[in-house]
């Protein structure tokens, strides 16, 4: 026998979907500051560079050769590669693509990658529909809002259940940009976001496999097909995100209203968008940090070192506690690989967590003498990180914010050089040199046309 | 900061990814007993005609336009219609076809509509393949198994909470049946099911628009190319389902995991399936059947009556409670409309659902005299009808299973009538005739030919 729903359901919650369908088809082309529109852009140039990256990882050619079964037509690009795809199969793969190698955007309050399931959305429509960098720009702003906003309402609770806030959230930001980029007015953009609604991708329990960078490109694709559909008539409830029975209710205990309808328009969530210098995920870049920064201020070799012993916060060891990864894939969650592979190499980039190196002798010992502990006293964003060396001394380094983080950004020549060592081994250096420039200035292309001539291997 | 899951999580969870895989991919052709494969070729041949039925309607027809913006490959056929699209649109449209009137089938053990989601990705994937009505049989009944199992499990705590059960569960059970056509191996037939679990579709709140039946068809999708991608070698986690961030723990409370291992390959959830004589939500058919019985005993006219009086399970009015339906869609929700139409037409199939009956002054009138009353003491299957005449009669009957219930099941005769009231305006006796016979004896087709030929426009 069913029962009522046992969670007090909140029945007088505020019209966010109509709120937020509003603001995403009638809110002005950038409309925002400067400061926005730089950080906007520099969303775009790093998601486009980590989607060439891993653009023939296995994980990009298992999801495309499952996709050529359905023989699609040649409408959009794949980032990096000669293939063309329809519209919702590239933004399918791109977005998976962009996450492969877990060296993506973070909005930290929540830990979405925001650009994941947006961009290639936006871009594949973009390019289909002749649409100008200026539009893409708008709806990527827009849609980053939409799904980060609703993240900052249900967020910690949400992700604690178990949910990739990413793709969960993701369908919606993505539905809102092509709503946007597709020109449909406030009802009908409703209707995406409703359809949309239905759709959340995402487990955390598939950290570590090809599934997680399949969640952004998921949501990406429903999305995109959200809005058509919507484009073309279908519907869906008013009230699909914030009904007693709409999705924020259900998938969260946690839903604070005023996290969406608040400074809607003047405070904007792509603001605060930050880029991984590590290719990993976020919450252990402190602890490689530290490692690092003991390692070149004390000129540490392998054999120098007796133990590491960090203190992190319990989310760490929750979500990158493998002791013994066994594949590169499995090495981006797992601490004591990545601390490793800092004092070992300097970095981490994707080539130090590639299968070869994670089964390397020289890190597979070191990474034994690596000790976690947690304590909850630390903060999510950092890391206590102590070494004791072979003569004896304790070294010490207590990281507040990591490279990388809101408070210490990556700088132009950062992130441009992240690009550019992704985008360079598939593209080669001119046409990698071109989509850094046209990515980051995106705004003022016509069309997509010479971003994705550089962004690929079709020209 | 994020705290740990407050649920208490079952890490001791038996690995049922891996075992409803092994069976998917082991389990003998046709092994099951003759009651079995009746029940799963009325299953069938009921779907394929609820397909059939509403393949004009504005539903169908705004989903396909949205899908032809990609320009989809013809492979696989549109029941009812003359398009042909690329397989995993196919699987769903032609699952949103045959949940739009709310016609279909129904696990009443969790109000699942078992074959939505799982048949159309069958159909298409045999369609495509050259497969034989053996193997989509086979297919089926596998598939159904899987996602029914799941739902016996988590129901009704994770259907209480908001979630569309049938599109929560038929992803998985869409992969099971496509890994089954595909020949996977139980590895990848893992693979596809934890694929499958990132992507739950549907929420309660959508109930009365076009995303309800999206549900099923957005499942039918899900797990198709869940499958292809398992078959070119995407990974998930081998504990999808079970573990304690795993699916079932995310979004149910209960996950009773014997329902999932117990009399594995003895006891057959499509033996359990019934089909629907009313057009319109489970819940509210013994109502209607009671509303009729009294209207033919007595030969009650609209002006014999002067009120309605209903006692039913909470469960009727959470779910079909709408007062004042103003459309089609809307009154399908109203236990309200239902028993005034049964009243006034003695019957409540698509043709009382429509627009203009919904508006009838005749219904209008009718309906205000309906009142529903809370009684959880009547079980969800049951209904308590009473009816005061205007000349002071209290007519009264209380209708422990209704017409289509497992109890009282459609007879051959019915479910053929009930196939032919919806595929012969569609395409003509002498087609539906065939589409029926073809449909109800499926396994015995060399391939899906001669059956698409009689249940499309195209031959």
């Known amino acids: 026998m069913a029962k009522n729903q046992s969670v007090a359901a909140d029945a007088h919650a505020p019209a966010i979907t109509e709120q937020l369908a ?40 298992a999801v495309l050769d499952a996709v050529q079964v359905l023989q699609p037509a040649p409408q959009a690009s794949l980032l990096g590669r000669r293939e063309k ?7 399918l793969i791109n977005g998976i693509a962009s996450h492969t190698w877990d060296f993506d955007d973070t909005h930290l309050k929540t830990i979405i990658h925001p650009a994941g399931p947006v961009a290639p959305a936006a871009l594949a429509l973009a390019e289909h529909l002749g649409k100008s960098g200026r539009e893409l720009i708008d709806a990527l702003v827009l849609g980053i809002e939409v799904s980060c906003r609703v993240g900052n309402a249900i967020y910690p609770d949400h992700y604690d259940r178990g949910w990739h806030i990413t793709g969960t959230t993701g369908m919606l930001g993505s539905a809102a940009a092509c709503a946007r980029l597709l020109g449909l007015d406030a009802a009908r953009t409703q209707m995406a976001l409703g359809i949309a609604a239905s759709q959340p991708i995402g487990l955390r329990e598939q950290f570590g496999t090809m599934t997680k960078p399949f969640h952004p490109g998921g949501a990406a694709r429903v999305g995109l097909m959200s809005a058509l559909m919507a484009q073309h008539g279908y519907t869906a409830s008013r009230r ?7 999705l924020l209710q259900v998938f969260s205990d946690k839903a604070d209203w005023r996290e969406i309808t608040e400074e809607v328009g003047t405070r904007w969530e ?3 968008n930050t880029y991984k210098p590590f290719a990993c995920g976020i919450v252990i870049h402190p602890s490689i940090d530290g490692c690092v920064q003991l390692r070149n201020a004390h000129v540490l070799k392998a054999a120098d070192i007796q133990s590491v012993t960090l203190r992190v916060h319990s989310l760490v060891l929750e979500l990158t506690g493998k002791k013994t990864p066994a594949t590169g894939l499995e090495s981006k969650f797992s601490v004591y690989h990545s601390c490793a592979a800092g004092l070992l190499y300097g970095q981490a980039g994707e080539h130090e967590y590639t299968d070869e190196v994670v089964n390397r002798p020289e890190v597979l010992a070191l990474r034994a003498k690596v000790e976690a502990i947690v304590d909850d006293r630390i903060d999510e964003a950092a890391a206590d990180v102590r070494i004791r060396t072979t003569d004896g001394r304790d070294l010490h380094v207590l990281v507040e914010h990591a490279i990388g983080s ?14 550019i060592g992704q985008a360079e081994p598939v593209l080669g250096a001119e046409k990698a040199a071109a989509a ?14 010479a971003l994705l001539a550089a962004g690929t291997l079709l020209a």
């Open 22 to 61: 509003r603001f995403v088809a009638t809110h002005p082309s950038r409309g925002w500051s400067d400061a926005v529109e730089a950080e906007a852009h520099r969303t775009f140039a790093n998601w486009f560079g980590c989607a060439i990256g891993p653009s023939a990882h296995e994980t990009v050619q």
């Open 85 to 91: 795809v329809d519209i919702a199969s590239a933004a």
């Open 240 to 246: 699909a995100l914030e009904a007693p029975r709409g």
């Open 270 to 272: 792509i603001a605060l």
């Open 406 to 419: 809101t408070e210490l950004p990556m700088s132009e020549a950062q992130l441009r050089a992240k690009f």
């Open 436 to 449: 850094w420039a046209l990515s980051r200035g995106v705004a003022e292309c016509p069309d997509m046309h």
